[in-house]
């Protein structure tokens, strides 16, 4: 089992940033890959960005250049540096950790106002 813990959504101002946090316990040793997805209201949930266990990452085509995934082992988390931000960005962002199937974190609502 691996247990997800997710920080750092909020609200803010388009062309502001924010900083996601996900903090893994557990089966840490296992995981193959990290990342986040997203899901906006009447969407399907979709991938923003991921990195595996050899930092290998990709973004959505919509996130490229204004979002960076980064990890630290030490604290065996990874981050989610949001730049840039548009209201369309607007969504409840979801950690993730894909182990022999994938473990999903609680959550965390970012809003971006225009």
């Known amino acids: 089992q691996v247990q997800l813990v997710e920080s750092g959504g909020g609200l803010v101002q388009a062309g502001g940033s924010l900083r996601l946090s996900c903090a893994a316990s557990?089966?840490?040793?296992?995981?193959?890959?990290m990342g986040w997805y997203r899901q906006a209201p009447g969407n399907q949930r979709e991938l923003v960005a991921g990195?595996?266990?050899?930092?290998?990452?990709n973004y959505a085509d919509s996130v490229k250049g204004r979002f960076t995934i980064s990890r630290d082992n030490a604290k065996n988390t990874v981050y989610l540096q949001m730049n840039s931000l548009k209201p369309e960005d607007t969504a409840v962002y979801y950690c993730?950790?894909?182990?022999?199937?994938?473990?999903w974190g609680q959550g965390t609502q970012v809003t971006v106002s225009s």
């Open positions: 557990g089966r840490i040793s296992s995981i193959a890959a």
């Open positions: 993730y950790a894909l182990v022999y199937r994938v473990f």
């Open positions: 990195i595996t266990s050899g930092d290998i990452t």
